[in-house]
């Protein structure tokens, strides 16, 4: 079966970072791209970022550019998001999603969502 | 940024009654790099249609998806109980990749 097990979350202070980490499991990771996306609370959906299969290629919201980076260790079947000067308005249920088609491409709709982790930025 | 606006916010129909959902982009969305999520009360979304027209695994033939350049559309035939939830389309063709912000589809 496949699935998306995302950790991480917590309360964190205004300005502090926080990692989070997806652990995927029941397909081959590394010839899938993968993404971030969050929701606020009582809010839609909100895209963060995506990233290739292998690695080598990155794309991210303008909302998050220069504090979020995404990244994946396929040895371990991880995808990773670094959240770094965190701010209220990043508050929100965190979803990674894995994309439907192989490829270099990240340009696949995103067939298989985490059931998320909530990062809560307050002081 | 393509911008993506979803008509009605909120759409009041019974079971069994027909729902059209429709999505506009702000400038064509290349190959039909359209897709439409279904997402219940505390849910993760679901993948519904991708390539404005294609059922993902698993989706009952209820949900259809037709469209092409900058107007796209989501049709559920038949509303079942658990298909009252919110629907969103997100177009995945340019970076940044965005969402609509929703069709609320709720029982009358």
């Known amino acids: 079966e496949v699935q998306l097990l995302e950790s991480g979350g917590g309360l964190i202070q205004p300005g502090g970072s926080l990692r989070l980490s997806c652990a995927a499991s029941?397909?081959?990771?590394?010839?899938?791209?993968m993404s971030w996306v969050r929701q606020a609370p009582g809010k839609g959906l909100e895209w963060v970022s995506s990233i290739t299969g292998s690695g080598d290629s990155t794309y991210s919201a303008d909302s998050v550019k220069g504090r979020f980076t995404i990244s994946r260790d396929n040895s371990k079947n991880t995808l990773f998001l670094q959240m770094n000067s965190l701010r209220a308005d990043d508050t929100s249920v965190y979803y990674c999603?894995?994309?439907w088609g192989t490829g270099p491409s990240v340009r696949y709709a995103f067939d298989i969502w985490g059931q998320g982790t909530m990062v809560t930025v307050s002081s | 940024e393509i911008v993506l606006t979803q008509s009605p916010g909120t759409l009041s129909l019974s079971p069994g009654e027909r729902a059209t959902l429709s999505c506009r982009a702000s400038q064509s969305i290349s190959s039909s790099y359209l897709a439409w999520y279904q997402q219940r009360p505390g849910q993760a979304p679901r993948l519904l249609i991708f390539g404005a027209s294609n059922r993902a695994t698993g989706i009952p033939d209820s949900f259809s998806g037709s469209g092409s350049g900058t107007d796209f559309t989501l049709t559920i035939s038949r509303l079942q109980p658990e298909d009252f939830a919110v629907y969103y389309c997100?177009?995945?063709?340019?970076?940044?990749?965005?969402f609509g912000p929703g069709t609320k589809v709720d029982i009358k």
């Open positions: 997100q177009q995945y063709g340019n970076s940044p990749f965005t």
């Open positions: 999603a894995k994309v």
């Open positions: 029941g397909f081959t990771f590394s010839t899938y791209a």
